[in-house]
């Protein structure tokens, strides 16, 4: 089990590019993958993107892909989410996510642990 806390959410213009960061801490030995996910008030949790730790290998969702690049450091314990050009539908509350090797996608919310969200917030 990982702790994780998000930072770097805030108020951005649509275009204007916004790092979100993830800070791990706790034992990583298991840990296989790490991920962003958002949520809407009202609407459902949906991914984002997905990291493996060890190896680097990156997973989007189409509606971010060209636009989001995910990125980690296991050296430092963080997980980061550059966000390019956002627009106005990319304003969510956004959970890293973390969890070890599973038979689930990593597209899929089966993640062992989440941190507490942090809100971002796209203005046109």
């Known amino acids: 089990q990982v702790h994780l806390s998000e930072s770097g959410g805030g108020l951005v213009q649509a275009g204007e590019r916004l790092v979100l960061t993830c800070t791990v801490s706790g034992n990583t030995v298991k840990m296989y993958a790490m991920a962003w996910f958002r949520q809407i008030l009202g609407q459902e949790r949906e991914f984002v993107s997905a990291?493996?730790?060890?190896?680097?290998?990156?997973f989007y969702a189409d509606s971010v892909r060209g636009r989001f690049f995910i990125s980690r450091d296991p050296s430092a314990g963080t997980m980061s989410l550059q966000m390019n050009n956002p627009i106005v539908q990319d304003t969510a509350v956004y959970y890293c996510?973390?969890?070890?090797?599973?038979?689930?996608?990593?597209?899929?919310?089966?993640?062992?642990?989440w941190g507490q969200g942090t809100q971002v917030t796209v203005s046109s």
């Open positions: 990291i493996t730790w060890i190896n680097g290998k990156t």
């Open positions: 996510a973390a969890r070890g090797t599973r038979l689930e996608a990593l597209w899929d919310d089966a993640y062992d642990d």
